[in-house]
């Protein structure tokens, strides 16, 4: 081989970083990729940064909330004289149902809380008062 680029036999020498893979130059789905990484990841940085103080206010909030608030049971007693809303919650259906799911909401109720069967008689009191109020107000 001779020095210049000019091969023994008189041809041109290929040159190795003409017909070499181009490592060093990146396609441009990978700088897009790169570029996107880098804006997202000082999103994230400043999120970061907002986070701390909204994290802070957000556990006040949660911790002055009442424990009741996250609850599927109603808390409170009984009112001194029954409103149909009070007895709709006993029975566990709407104020406006006809007496046939009111029928049907005071057995599966009483079931569960009879008095014989070892529920309490003033519970017991409180479901037939309630079935009374809503059959009286509902005469369909």
Not at 1 to 27: F, H, L, Q
Not at 114 to 140: M, Q
Request: glycine fraction near 8%.
């Amino acid at each position: 081989m001779a020095a210049g680029g000019v091969s023994a036999d008189g041809g041109d020498i290929m040159r190795y970083a003409e017909y070499s893979p181009k490592t060093n130059a990146r396609s441009d789905a990978e700088i897009d990729r790169r570029l996107v990484s880098i804006c997202f990841n000082d999103e994230r940085r400043y999120a970061f940064q907002l986070w701390k103080p909204l994290g802070q206010v957000f556990s006040e909030t949660v911790k002055k909330m009442p424990t009741s608030a996250f609850s599927a049971y109603y808390k409170g007693g009984f009112e001194q004289k029954m409103s149909k809303r009070e007895a709709s919650l006993i029975l566990g259906i709407s104020p406006a149902s006809t007496k046939a799911k009111v029928r049907e909401a005071h057995r599966r109720v009483m079931v569960l809380n009879h008095p014989d069967k070892g529920g309490s008689p003033f519970l017991a009191a409180k479901i037939n008062e309630a079935k009374d109020l809503l059959d009286k107000e509902t005469r369909r």
